[in-house]
């Protein structure tokens, strides 16, 4: 069945650091692909969505592309902020279909 | 409304007692979802409901278990008997359709905790 699955955290930066979490999938067909991202005592939002192979979603200075040949959609971010710590969510949503499979989650610590 | 609205936010509850979790949606969504979010892990999805379809409910894990949903407006979550492995999040979402494409959106959570 269709799966996401994403690094393991938490991950912990300092302020003006580099992000990348990694996320591959699998599914049949074209999946849309997601990040969202769930703020400390908020409910989860989206982040940024591609729709299909070589797409770049982007959203508040982190990217992620669709790679079909690498079933990946890793999260970048150029230099993260005290404000991005949060748990960041990869999923995917076959077309067609209604469900949208999330993977665990990964926390972000990022320290001043 | 403005967004997801789920109630209660918090429910402690004794082991064997049923509880019934709200969500009302987005006006004008008629997607709406239920996952559960036990600590640490990913968002398991639980039931899902589209305009007056009949829902898909393959992600329930028992029949204690059971959801309902009137038109394109409030659902109910309702768990009989709670076990202590049913302490978690219960998370609704809805959506403006069904397209591949479309993001949800999501409320904000009852924490459920079953003494």
């Known amino acids: 069945g269709d799966s996401v699955t994403q690094m393991e955290g938490p991950v912990t930066l300092s302020e003006e650091a580099f992000l990348t979490i990694n996320c591959t999938y699998t599914?049949?067909?074209?999946?849309?692909l997601f990040w969202y991202v769930q703020y400390p005592g908020e409910g989860l939002q989206l982040l940024l969505k591609?729709?299909?192979?070589?797409d770049k979603g982007s959203n508040k200075g982190f990217e992620a592309t669709y790679r079909k040949e690498t079933t990946s959609f890793h999260l970048e971010k150029g230099s993260v902020q005290v404000s991005d710590s949060a748990v960041y969510f990869c999923a995917l949503r076959r077309t067609g279909g209604f469900k949208t499979i999330f993977g665990a989650g990964t926390r972000l610590f990022v320290k001043a | 409304g403005a967004g997801v609205s789920q109630s209660p936010s918090n429910k402690v509850t004794e082991k064997g007692k049923d509880v019934e979790l709200r969500c009302d949606p987005i006006s004008g969504h008629t997607a709406l979802y239920w996952y559960r979010q036990r600590l640490g892990q990913g968002l398991e999805f639980l039931i899902y409901?589209?305009?007056?379809?009949?829902?898909?409910k393959s992600g329930l894990p028992s029949d204690r278990f059971s959801a309902e949903r009137t038109g394109e407006s409030v659902s109910t979550l309702t768990i009989q008997r709670t076990q202590q492995e049913d302490s978690a999040v219960y998370l609704c979402?809805?959506?403006?359709?069904?397209?591949?494409?479309?993001?949800?959106?999501f409320g904000s959570g009852t924490q459920l905790s079953v003494l």
């Open positions: 409901f589209q305009g007056n379809s009949a829902p898909d």
């Open positions: 979402a809805s959506s403006l359709e069904q397209a591949a494409n479309e993001k949800l959106f």
């Open positions: 599914a049949t067909g074209y999946p849309s």
């Open positions: 591609a729709t299909k192979a070589d």
